[in-house]
């Protein structure tokens, strides 16, 4: 047995063994301990933000997605700089602190139009931190433009930019992603974009994609991916599952229903004990339903995602629960949970009220 910042580290095989036939109720168990060591008192963090798309565009055409659109396609379509700095102010109006900023795979689109996109918004909302553009998305656009890397991620983080979403990573397997992503950027390259990421400075998070054509074992792999490379490099915040909405994907011909709640609440317990290296775990309220969301949050999660002023993706794919900054916080507490709001760093930006004690008339 090995031990890591005083948590146990488990082997591959231990974490098929808990994630075929442990309990979840033991399973859940374990992680709220590992959390509770972790992570100081009773407290549950989210984010003020917002995700709007710059173009639904696309040509890495994959079977899981209902949001792109083909070139050509009438329902295609690309922000102008103005208006995606416009949609940003709006949110921010309303308290958004952070925009997560993510588009298809188009072509039509050049690193002089990213940076637009990132200018526009500085200028028009100078206090929002702005979290761009998926590991994905900067493979493609270092293909597209013809440009190193290395290169690109400095150019973004010169501008000021100093943390990207960990999208596009579905499950980092090569045999899965041949089946469902097989134009986008394989395993090995959405990995090597954190890394260089890593080592430019930026700060990103890491997200999983499950309930499709993955096995145990594509689960086990992808997390013990995820964890050899922020070993040596230190750069993920967080990890963040979620399930696959079938909505009109070519995929839903196949799969045509969502992961059980409970595969999502193990797999959050699974990754709080596997991932003995990063901090925070993400369990949302919006990616699944509330009370999955809140049961995430007793398996080891201690981040409950964004409130989301604008999200398309997953509304493109008949997934659509809008909510309230007033009614995260009353989830969080409802689990039994004290709501802090965070930056996209992890760096609190204000404590709220924790829960009322259970009184009879609750229980
Ligand atoms: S998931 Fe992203 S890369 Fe894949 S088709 Fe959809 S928009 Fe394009």
Redesign the pocket.
């Known amino acids: 047995m090995t031990h890591h910042n005083g948590q146990k580290r488990y082997n591959g095989n231990e974490g098929l063994a808990m994630l075929d036939k442990m309990p979840l109720g033991e399973l859940m168990a374990m992680a709220h301990e590992v959390r509770s060591a972790k992570i100081p008192g009773n407290q549950v963090s989210f984010v003020y933000d917002t995700n709007p798309n710059y173009t639904n565009i696309?040509v890495?055409?994959?079977a899981f997605?209902a949001?792109?659109r083909k070139p050509g396609d009438p329902k295609g379509y690309t922000l102008s700089p103005e208006a995606l700095a416009d949609k940003v102010k709006k949110a921010a109006d309303q308290g958004a602190t952070t925009v997560l900023l993510q588009g298809?795979?188009n072509p039509e689109i050049k690193l002089k139009n990213w940076i637009a996109y990132i200018k526009a918004i500085q200028g028009k909302c100078p206090g929002v931190h702005i979290h761009p553009f998926s590991p994905?998305e900067y493979f493609f656009m270092a293909q597209n433009e013809k440009i190193p890397l290395k290169r690109l991620l400095k150019e973004i983080f010169d501008l000021g930019i100093d943390t990207i979403p960990g999208g596009?990573a579905e499950i980092l397997t090569e045999n899965v992603r041949r089946q469902i992503?097989n134009k986008?950027a394989t395993a090995h390259q959405w990995l090597k974009v954190c890394e260089i990421a890593h080592e430019t400075g930026f700060r990103t998070t890491a997200t999983m994609m499950f309930g499709h054509v993955e096995t145990n074992a594509d689960i086990i792999e992808h997390l013990l991916c995820l964890r050899d490379l922020q070993d040596r490099t230190r750069g993920f915040y967080s990890f963040i599952p979620w399930s696959f909405k079938p909505g009109n994907s070519r995929l839903a011909k196949k799969i045509s229903q969502s992961a059980h709640p409970a595969r999502y609440v193990r797999i959050i317990a699974l990754a709080r004990l596997l991932l003995d290296n990063f901090d925070h775990i993400q369990s949302s309220w919006f990616s699944e339903s509330v009370p999955a969301g809140q049961l995430g949050l007793l398996a080891g999660a201690d981040d409950f995602g964004g409130v989301l002023v604008e999200e398309n993706v997953l509304q493109e794919a008949g997934h659509d629960r809008a909510t309230t900054f007033e009614n995260v916080l009353t989830i969080i507490r409802r689990a039994g949970f004290q709501p802090v709001l965070r930056d996209s760093h992890y760096k609190p930006i204000q404590t709220f009220p924790g829960p009322e004690p259970l009184g009879i008339g609750m229980i």
């Open positions: 696309c890495s055409s994959c997605c949001f792109y298809g795979h994905a596009g992503a986008k």
